[in-house]
């Protein structure tokens, strides 16, 4: 069937013309380049192994802005590489250049590709000739069972050997965290630097207390305070248990605070409050002592007010 | 108690394994009975059973003296994922790797009631030996069960990032099956080398095996990239991470010595070449495990640092020794004669897709490991991005596609050029229709339109390939549609719809990132979310802001999508949760990466996937065609009914 | 294949074994990829000469500030945020050290990153620090135009508009006295 033919050349032309102005079409105007690509190919520098693409660190979203900035404002994405590269390094660009190292990346699957190459040929061409597999002629009964014994023996020390090597380089190398007290919450976080892990607890905290919620404030506080031995994050966690009602608790914690540093105007405010809400006789002598080290504090003034007025209980003035 | 008891049982797997090692040889080089080496691998099952039910024991009690349940472990976790946090941290997941590997050894074992061959005895011995050295690995160096003196009150709960969404549960023991599952092929190459011969038994066991992994090494990496679509807030599956490459290298050279199995049934030409490659690929699973665990390599996924490293680099090159000493040792025997095919013959269409996806291994292979070596040899650790694995990768992946379409339609001893490209009018019609139609609506670029084509061009030719015999001489492709037949094309299929979704979502995929006052909206391809409100509520041990966010298309609204921040106290880490609204025209996703501290603003990030249900839909499809392929080739009267899972590998596929 | 051949092949393996295990075993050597510094240990410092990038902005008093007219002076730059805790720290420290070598014309300025400004104020009133001069950078594109990658950071910028020191962690008051007397002397 002649036509038929034809008509299906003629069709398959059509197709392939059609085809063809699709594809310069799509080559001809790639698009803009977009946040997204541009950022997937650079590094946060703050990361483990994060594009700025894919990292919700702080320093990526605000890469991320400038990406979008420069791109918005004419640059193409390799005038915004170079840009970045100029500030943080080249490390930060998350391809290497394709000179130097870099070349690696091509030569190392080049070679694999030729090596395939060579053996799928050689397999094709692999010439008869040495007929079916040969298997091992049966060996002559006593020579083979010396010669499987020892063979077992051998097999045997080895598999044992390897089981030594194991157990002697684990023991040097996995000494840590043996039978004596590790740290035990030790939970290493997984995505956050500390600095902006720390911070961001104390931001969450205050919002807590800000709403009210003073135990899960008190929760929190401890957690940070377990993690950071810093006094300020301790007389924090000390005021969160006053406003959350445990006067007593946040005595104790302001008394440890002002064991290392007796000249802690807010350790001195802390306890003072807390012994005043446990009507506590020191409370206010506690509290003179405050005002005298600190007579321009914040919460000075309500504290004098408190003074000068009856002994009451009830929790401090907010701060 | 718990945690003594575990230790025992760890012990107990290391003594039962060396034994059934041991054991086994004596059967291989002896002929000694089989029974006890087949009790001592049950024995190493049951010690790794135990060793499992104890740790779980412990995290379900709170056992906190017990080292892991103390890193782990925490009375706030839900009890869901506190079942799952056996496997959240290094030390738990080598007690999965090791029932796995166990549970693999234990089913070889129990097959040989089916048929003994000199091979299977051999085969056992390797995968014992593996079992030795993890659980010398496990018991001396990363033992879960050491225990912690004072034992601590509560404890910090797993990486936040494994307790947001249930296929934790699911992916890594899918991932591991497959993973692990890898040694058996191995095995059976290693006992083809040892023993110096192979047969149609071997080819049908490695085959069966083969599959079987192969096909849950897919389904989990498929579940990981949905996974990490669905937590990780990026709104990409697949970034070209170490630990995520490290999963997919075995899964290249596996579809490659899968697809040189089918190259004979009684006398295979590609003998050599599934044997290599089987080896290849339980070495990249090695590998895989080294960088993994090691903490060498720089990833989100990666387990902390541990001291595991150097020993498991120590067996990664015993073993790679020991397989190139056997190589070269049995190379004088020749692989069985066959006069060489005509070129078209599937022979040189199943070398070809050996050889495209050894590169694309070798392209990953060298990708991931360019950051030790530049350090190593430069001294400044340079990084590589998806911008090189996506430049290198997808040309050769666009090759194999073309190949994957072409040779289900050769016949088996070969085809003329002419009659072949007759079959392939119709497919390559159907490609190119789709390229014309794709690239003069829309611009999606060159790759992507290539891949579109390139899908059609393979469903229509696997559809073709699907359908039997046709009327008409010179058409006729007369292979019977068996069910493993057509399970192989589903996966092709699978393949292409895929490869149409990765194509489309990475294309047309469009974001918008802005910060956004409540009552403000960020739009996308004629997709907006406009700021509703934020909300502050307690979760568990710390917080959770939620930004409500209401979607609109054309005026009408919606839906409503909800992202957030959940703070976690106890491991002091955030934790961006995307709001995903799945249609099968493609996903609305939103996040929200920034709340300011007065409530009242927040950054908000808005993307639009098209079509990218279509990656998992594939993949499925993908995972599936190869169980249905491990269907027996014809059920005998006498035998039992066959299962499409695999319980019964071993003197299958009578020819 | 010969023995020879065999031989051959041996060594072949074995070489690309080596070098195949060689940038395995020195990643397990090298250091973790960052070097994460903790408040308290000793900040990253690196010793540059190159021009410092503009810093031009109103500050929190209402103000416009504009670092180039502070030629002349050598001028210490603190990126900090009020959600950074090793800041909160830093700060008094540093107020204390410009303020001591002030009459050497050093002054101090800092970079306000991904903030709100009630939020530094606050933080300001509590380290008793309301008289710095900070540049609020609420999307953080100033501080990534320095190149700064985490906060604290620190730059040293001499009289003629140079960066000659760049600390990436918590400085201290030593640290600070140190860098002022290596710019200041010629």
């Keep these: 069937m ?68 420069q791109l918005a ?29 870099g070349s690696l990346l091509w030569i190392v699957p080049g070679l694999a590709l030729l090596a395939g190459v060579a053996l799928s040929v050689r397999t094709l061409r692999h010439r008869p000739g040495g007929g079916p597999p040969r298997t091992p002629a049966p060996p002559s009964a006593s020579a083979s069972s010396v010669r499987t014994r020892r063979a077992w023996d051998l097999a045997a020390v080895g598999v044992l050997a390897m089981v030594a090597a194991v157990a002697v380089a684990g023991a040097r190398a996995g000494g840590v965290g043996s039978d004596d007290g590790d740290s035990p919450a030790a939970g290493t976080p997984a995505a956050s630097t500390p600095d902006d892990a720390l911070g961001r607890q104390i931001d969450l905290a205050k919002a807590l207390e800000q709403q009210g919620e003073y135990g899960a404030a008190v929760e929190i506080y401890r957690a940070a305070a377990a993690a950071d031995p810093d006094p300020r994050l301790r007389l924090r966690l000390a005021f969160a248990l006053l406003r959350a009602g445990r006067p007593g608790e946040a005595a104790g914690i302001a008394r440890q605070v002002l064991a290392d540093q007796p000249a802690d105007a807010d350790g001195l405010l802390v306890l003072g409050l807390a012994e005043r809400a446990t009507r506590s006789p020191a409370a206010s002598g506690t509290l003179r002592r405050f005002l005298r080290l600190a007579p321009d504090h914040p919460a000075a003034a309500d504290v004098r007010r408190l003074l000068s007025q009856q002994p009451t209980a009830g929790s401090g003035p907010g701060g | 108690m718990t945690g003594r008891f575990g230790g025992w049982s760890l012990g107990a797997g290391l003594v039962a394994a060396v034994a059934a090692t041991l054991l086994w040889l004596r059967v291989a080089l002896r002929a000694a009975p089989a029974r006890h080496a087949r009790r001592a691998t049950w024995a190493t099952l049951a010690a790794a059973a135990a060793a499992c039910a104890a740790l779980e024991w412990a995290l379900l009690r709170h056992d906190f003296g017990v080292r892991y349940v103390a890193d782990n472990g925490g009375r706030h976790v839900p009890p869901y994922f506190t079942v799952t946090s056996l496997w959240a941290a290094l030390d738990g997941s080598l007690l999965l790797w090791l029932l796995i590997l166990a549970g693999y050894a234990a089913l070889l074992a129990r097959s040989t009631r089916r048929r003994t061959t000199t091979l299977h005895p051999w085969a056992l011995t390797v995968v014992c030996t593996v079992c030795v050295f993890f659980f010398a690995l496990t018991y001396f160096a990363a033992n879960p069960f050491r225990s912690v003196h004072p034992a601590p009150a509560d404890g910090p709960g797993p990486n936040p990032l494994l307790q947001e969404h249930p296929a934790m549960g699911v992916h890594p023991p899918l991932l591991y099956a497959g993973y692990a599952g890898m040694v058996v092929p191995f095995a059976y190459a290693l006992a083809a080398l040892l023993a110096g011969e192979t047969g149609p038994a071997w080819l049908a066991a490695t085959r ?38 490290a999963s997919l290298l075995p899964w290249l050279t596996a579809t490659a010595a899968l697809h040189a199995t089918l190259a004979g049934r009684r006398r295979n030409p ?49 073993v790679a020794a020991v397989v190139g000493g056997l190589l070269i040792w049995r190379s004088g025997r020749s692989a069985p004669a066959r006069p060489p095919g005509p070129p078209l013959a599937r022979q040189a269409a199943l070398l070809g897709n050996a050889v495209l996806l050894v590169l694309l291994a070798a392209i990953v292979l060298t990708g991931t490991i360019f950051p030790l070596a530049s350090e190593a040899l430069g001294g400044a650790r340079a990084a590589v991005g998806p911008g090189y694995f996506n430049r290198a990768a997808v040309p050769v992946a666009l090759v194999a596609l073309v190949l994957m379409g072409v040779a289900p339609l050769i016949r088996p001893g ?93 294309a047309y995929t469009a974001s918008a990132e802005r910060q956004l006052s409540v009552g403000q909206a960020v739009t996308v391809r004629g997709v907006t979310a406009r700021l509703v409100g934020i909300d502050r509520a307690p979760a568990g041990r710390g917080m ?67 079509l990218v249900g279509l990656v998992w839909a594939g993949g499925a499809g993908t995972a599936l065609g190869g169980l249905l392929a491990l269907r027996r080739r014809r059920s005998t009267p006498a035998a039992a009914p066959t299962a499409v899972t695999a319980g019964e590998p071993v003197g299958a596929g009578r020819p | 294949m010969t023995r020879r051949s065999r031989l051959l092949w041996s060594a072949l393996a074995a070489a690309g074994l080596a070098a195949a295990a060689f940038p395995l075993a020195a990643g397990l050597r090298g ?27 109103v500050t929190l008093a209402g103000g416009r500030f504009d670092l180039s007219a502070w030629r002349g002076h050598t001028v210490v730059v603190n990126v900090w945020a009020s959600w950074c805790a090793p800041c909160r720290q830093e700060l008094p420290q540093l107020v204390a050290a410009v303020g001591q070598v002030a009459g050497q014309g050093v002054r101090l300025v800092g970079l306000d990153v991904r903030d709100n400004d009630q939020d530094a104020r606050n933080l300001l009133a509590a380290v008793g620090a309301s008289g710095l001069t900070v540049v609020p950078d609420p999307r ?47």
């Excluded at chain 1, 085809?19 to 997204?36: C, P, Q, Y």
């Excluded at chain 2, 069966?208 to 992994?213: E, G, M």
């Excluded at chain 2, 009659?419 to 159907?430: K, Q, T």
Aim: hydrophobic share 50%; with cysteine; aromatic share 6%.
């Design chain 2, 414 to 506: 070969g085809d003329r050029p002419a009659e072949l490209g007759r079959r392939l009018v119709v497919p390559a019609a159907a490609g190119l229709a789709t390229v014309a139609a794709v690239g003069l609506l829309t611009r999606p670029g060159l790759p992507a339109l290539a891949a579109f084509g390139l899908a059609a061009f393979v469903l229509a030719a696997t559809a073709r390939a699907a359908a039997p015999g046709r009327a008409g001489p010179g058409t006729r492709i007369p292979v019977r549609a068996t069910v493993r037949r057509l399970g192989g094309l589903l996966s092709h299929a699978g393949i292409a719809v895929a490869a149409t979704g990765i194509a489309a979502s990475s």
């Design chain 3, 140 to 186: 953080g594109t100033t501080a990534v135009s320095w190149g700064v990658s985490g906060v604290p950071e620190t730059f040293v910028v001499d009289g003629t508009g140079r960066i000659r020191a760049h600390a990436q962690g918590a400085v201290t008051a030593d640290w600070v006295r140190q860098q002022i007397d290596r710019v200041a002397t010629p």
């Design chain 2, 208 to 245: 069966r095996w083969t599959l079987l992994a192969w096909s849950l090494l897919t389904a989990g990496i498929v579940l990981g990239a949905w996974w990490s679509y669905a937590v990780l807030g990026w709104g990409g599956y697949w970034a070209w991470d170490p630990v995520e490459n």
């Design chain 1, 73 to 101: 404002a004419g640059r193409s994405p390799d005038q915004v590489r170079t840009w970045f590269a100029q500030r943080y390094g080249e490390e930060v660009l998350a391809d290497p250049s394709g000179r130097g190292m």
């Design chain 3, 31 to 57: 250091d973790s990829p960052r070097p994460a510094a903790s408040a308290g240990a000793a900040p990253v410092t690196e010793v540059r000469d190159d021009a410092a990038p503009p810093l031009v902005g």
């Design chain 1, 2 to 69: 002649k036509l038929r033919r034809i008509l299906a050349l003629a069709g398959l032309a059509a197709l392939l013309a059609a085809a063809g102005l699709a594809t310069w079409r799509s080559t001809h105007d790639s698009g803009a380049a977009t946040v997204e690509q541009v950022a997937a190919s650079l590094r946060c520098p703050a990361c483990d192994g994060e594009t700025v693409a894919q990292s919700r660190s702080p320093v990526a979203a605000a890469m991320r802005e400038v990406i979008a900035n």
């Design chain 2, 544 to 610: 959770a802001v939620i930004a409500r966010l209401a979607l609109e298309r054309g005026g009408a609204t919606i839906g409503t999508a909800r992202p957030q921040l959940r703070y976690y106290a106890t491991r002091d880490t955030v934790v961006s949760l995307p709001a995903i609204r799945s249609r099968p025209r493609g996903d609305i996703y939103a996040t929200v990466t920034q709340v300011a501290s007065d409530g009242r603003t927040a950054t908000v990030r808005l993307a639009v996937n098209p």
């Design chain 2, 270 to 318: 590609l003998t050599g070449w599934v044997v290599a490659l089987s080896c290849a690929t339980f070495l990249l699973v090695l590998v895989g495990t080294f960088l993994t665990r090691s903490g060498a390599v720089a990833s989100v996924h990666s387990f902390t640092q541990s001291p595991l490293g150097p020993m498991l680099l120590g067996f990664v090159l015993l």
